[in-house]
């Protein structure tokens, strides 16, 4: 009887430990396709563990996960899995956007975009991309670190990670793809001499959610900045001046 008790509490106690990975099917594709944030799309597609993962996030009911990093972290899966299914059903592709019915003028004035479809299946809801992103992630939890994580298979998005974001780890994840995403000069670089960032357009789209003007937005990301340059925007936030690059919507491969 003690034994079973001892035994009984040492699983307690590894359980505790060790906490369990949700999503670890997707974490051993991740690792398997995507390398420096480039996905192998041509092989990623024949693997069937991706409909595997798909099925286990159409099986669950959201509303029943109660922990908010838990649900957090769910429903970034959802958006980065539904995103690499719907790449892998067409590849070859040059870019998401070839996706769209109609130019993408057109198609963003329709609402006829990839982004618009009903592709995403949850608890037997149908519903978009666009629907998980805008009426899910950024006003549920409101975090603006949710757009260093969510990827839109393009070279411009921030780079796709090599393991699912799980939520018992969610922060550490979220702050890690923060100081990888705006550390990349590709995407982000700050010309201290200048005092010029120039930035995703990302952070131009969604910078509402960084703060209500642009000082607020470089003191929110001087967070993830290296010291002498994170110093010197929280000192002169208003000296420094913020450009836009370009959006390349080639294929993150």
Not at 1 to 22: G, S
């Amino acid at each position: 009887m003690w034994r079973l008790l001892a035994y009984l509490i040492t699983i307690c106690c590894i359980i505790k430990v060790y906490p369990q990975e949700k999503h670890q099917l997707f974490t051993e594709i991740l690792q398997q396709y995507v390398q420096d944030g480039k996905v192998d799309y041509e092989n990623l597609k024949n693997d069937k563990r991706l409909d595997d993962y798909i099925k286990k996030l159409s099986d669950t009911h959201a509303d029943t996960i109660v922990n908010n990093n838990k649900k957090f972290a769910f429903w970034i899966n959802v958006y980065n899995a539904f995103t690499l299914k719907v790449i892998c059903d067409n590849y070859p592709v040059k870019s998401i956007k070839d996706l769209n019915t109609g130019s993408s003028i057109v198609a963003n004035l329709l609402n006829t975009t990839v982004w618009d479809r009903d592709l995403v299946v949850i608890n037997n809801e149908k519903m978009t991309l666009n629907h998980v992103e805008h009426d899910i992630i950024r006003p549920e939890f409101n975090d603006p670190r949710a757009h260093f994580a969510l990827v839109c298979a393009a070279i411009s998005c921030p780079p796709l990670r090599s393991e699912a974001y799980e939520g018992f780890k969610l922060d550490k994840q979220l702050d890690e793809q923060g100081r990888v995403f705006l550390n990349n000069p590709d995407q982000n670089n700050f010309l201290l001499d200048e005092k010029e960032a120039h930035l995703s357009k990302i952070l131009d789209w969604y910078s509402q959610d960084f703060g209500k003007n642009d000082k607020d937005l470089l003191l929110y990301l001087s967070k993830f900045l290296p010291n002498q340059v994170a110093n010197s925007i929280i000192s002169n936030a208003g000296d420094w001046k913020i450009k836009y690059n370009v959006y390349d919507w080639r294929l993150n491969e």
